[in-house]
């Protein structure tokens, strides 16, 4: 069964930084694009950025504090930094995977880890 799963989520002060950290696991054939979504409370869910395997791709509005990696291709990393308190949501790792004898993507999401920043 394929699972992802995220950490790094804290509190933090404003103008810190932080890191969050997502790794698959389980069998699949292949990644495409692994990334990263927020959600604030009472809000939408939206994007943040996302990595595909030849190029990164940033929401705008956090492209200056923001850089996502990936290291392997289980793994995606996202660092935050002069955080703000509109940065406060729950981060939500997200991945576009394929299975064995399919060639098919399908979207899959983490729990959720919680950021707040306070001012």
């Known amino acids: 069964q394929v699972q992802l799963v995220e950490s790094g989520g804290a509190s933090v002060q404003a103008g810190g930084s932080l890191s969050l950290s997502c790794v698959a696991s389980?069998?699949?054939?292949?990644?495409?694009?692994m990334g990263w979504y927020r959600q604030a409370p009472g809000k939408e869910r939206e994007l943040v950025a996302m990595?595909?395997?030849?190029?990164p791709k940033y929401e705008a509005l956090v492209k200056s504090r923001c850089t996502i990696t990936r290291n392997d291709k289980k793994t995606v990393n996202l660092q935050l930094k002069r955080l703000i308190p509109k940065d406060t949501a729950v981060y939500y790792c997200?991945?576009?995977?394929?299975?064995?004898?399919?060639?098919?993507?399908?979207?899959?999401w983490g729990q959720g880890t919680q950021v707040t920043v306070s001012s």
């Open positions: 997200n991945a576009q995977i394929r299975g064995w004898a399919t060639c098919h993507y399908i979207d899959y």
């Open positions: 389980g069998s699949f054939a292949n990644i495409a694009a």
């Open positions: 990595v595909t395997e030849s190029r």
